[in-house]
Structures are given as C-alpha cells and as structure tokens.
C-alpha cells in the first residue's frame, strides 16, 4: 500500500501544542504524507515553530505553508480547513487539529477502513479518540461514549442533518468527497466535517472503527470540542448557554438548507430534499416532517431542545 495522503493541518496561536502535534504525524508508521498547514492570522510563535521542526527533521519536501488568506475572506476553523482541502491532490485527505496527538497507527489504520467503501464515489471514515487534558492525561477514553454516540445508531442521514457525530481530527476522505465539497464555492458552514458527513452520506458512503486512534486534546483555548461533564458554568450562564444553542441550531438549519439548494440538483436525495423543504415552512409541518423521518439527537433533552427550535 503507497497511497499518498494528504493532512491538513489547521493552526491559530498553537504555540503550546503544534511541535507536539508534529511529532506525532512525523512518528507514524505510514510515511507517504504531505501536511499543509493552513494558519489563520496567528500573532504568536506558531510558524517559527512549524519552520524549525521542518528544519530541524529535515522534512521541506513533506511540509507546505500555504499562503495567508485574505483579509475579506472568513475566517474560523470550518473555513480555515476548507481553504487547505482546496490545495489537496491526493486520493486520500486527512484532517489535523493544532493541539491533538496521533497514536504511530493512525494514518494506516484509516486507510485501510476507507478502502473497505466504494472509494469510486464520495467516501468518508473516521475513527474514536480518548479525550485528554492539556497534559495529555486522559479524561475520558472514548469521545463517542463521552458525548453519547452509539454510531450504530446515530450514522443515518435524518440524525447527523442535526448533529455531527465525530470531528474532523478522526476523518479520512477520498478525492471523490473533496472535489463534490469544492464545487461550490461560497457554502455556508457550521463546521467543515459536519458538512463533509451529510455530503458523503447523502451522495456517497461512510463507515467507521471504533478503534481510538488518537489524542482528543481539551483546554481553555479549544474552539470546538467534547462535551464537558458537571460544568457549574453551564448553571451560571444557563440563558447564554440557551442562546448559543438556537443560534446553532439555525445555522444546522441554514447549512441543510445550502446543501439541498447547492447539491441535491445533481443526484437528489429525497431525505435532504424533504426535510430542507420543511425547514422553510410553518412550524406544525416541520415537526410532522422530523417526526416522520424519525429526526432525534443523542439524547431526549437535546431532542426535546431541537423540536423546539428549529
């Protein structure tokens, strides 16, 4: 097996955790990588960093910073990835957060699960992560059972229109899922790897291992991540907390709605297709459709709060 595969490798003032990160791509026991890195305007040590480990590993030719993107454009994670995949020429594509660890069998391991799909149309697979500390020390072995996901159930196309199920550090795709994503140029995403899920289950394929085969890092700075548990300030700001989620919620809306509107006209799907339509009309229709395509999240409250909103 010597297929190449693409990383790309999303950074923002990851000075505390990126040479780390590096390390651990550097020490996979699967050698045929490319990473680009894709930074956002970082103000501290980030790329000197980048550029010494190259330096120092003597890896120029496997480590590419990409250019700075423009002022005008977005900015924030699900459009710093984005920029990168654009950059992409592999058959295979990964995704790097700036402060997680791979274990040496990553890369490997989720090649070979994605060769287990139909790799001719669009395909995606991801994996578990142990979620850990800013020291690496665990908290919680597996994402999945830490936010309640039992992929056996949640991998259908009525529920991840809701809620994406795994992030983008446990993903591969294949060019096939790349080059659908990119053909639209303006999207409006929530995050890259929700919209990335919904497209290849709704015109492609998708499975999983339940393998863990990284670090899930959380600290102060993350952007997005796992849940955490018994958080006092979830009490404390319970109306902030409430806010957050309706505007989340209509932007999952927003992007069902893109997607149908940007990619159902090329091979239809009449999930997508049903379900966006309602979204537009009057609330006893929407609950009738999510009712009818049996629409749930990953437990009842979050349901409940989803009915609620949308």
Known sequence: MNDHVDIILATYNGENYVVEQLESIFNQTYSNWKIYVTDDGS???TINLINKFVLDKNIGNKVVILPFRDKCNKHGPAYNFSYGLSFSTSKYIMFSDQDDYWLPEKIVTQINKIKELDVTIPALSFCDASVVDNNLSVISPSFSKNEGFIWEKRLNLSNILFQNIAPGCCMIINDKLRDLFLSVPDRKLVMHDWY???LSKSFGNVNF???VLMKYRQHDNNQVGATKKNNILTLVNFRKKLASSYDNHQRAKEQLIDINNNYNNYNKNK???RIATAMEAPFIYKIRTLLK???????II???????FI
Do not use: A, C, M, P
């Open 293 to 299: 395509f049996r629409v749930t999240k990953s437990s």
């Open 271 to 273: 999930i997508i297709h």
């Open 196 to 198: 990335l899920i919904i």
């Open 302 to 308: 979050k349901t409940v709060v989803l009915y609620y």
């Open 43 to 45: 103000t501290d040590n």
């Open 209 to 211: 291992t339940h393998e």
